[in-house]
């Protein structure tokens, strides 16, 4: 189960990558804390894409601040979570930012 929750990690940091995601801090442990260069240039806040990525219900991630950086986190915590469920979670976070154009 560890390895696979590891995996997904992998696989998440790999697919929101290459959506274009910055990640704000590395682990081995399967969380993404990620910002987007969107965000960055103030088109839009962290706030903005976290409510309403969470007005969708589809997938649940959070805001965190590191080092006075704010960010989204996302999380593997399920043992039935699959590659699709990361798919998804990419999907809803464009959702977000495209929301914002």
Do not use: F, Y
């Not at 910002?35 to 649940?60: K, M, N």
């Not at 601040?65 to 999907?91: H, K, M, N, Q």
Request: charge should be neutral; aromatic fraction near 2%; proline fraction near 3%.
């Amino acid at each position: 189960m560890i390895e696979h929750q590891a995996d997904l990690g992998h696989t998440m940091r790999a697919r929101l990558e290459g959506a274009g995601w910055t990640h704000v801090s590395r682990t081995s442990l399967p969380v993404c804390c990620v910002t987007h260069p969107r965000i960055e240039a103030g088109e839009l806040t962290v706030d903005e894409v976290l409510a309403r990525v969470l007005a969708r219900g589809r997938v649940w991630i959070s805001k965190v601040t590191l080092a006075g950086r704010s960010a989204l986190r996302a999380c593997v915590t399920s043992r039935l979570a699959t590659p699709e469920d990361i798919d998804v979670l990419v999907e809803e976070l464009e959702n977000g930012l495209a929301r914002g154009l």
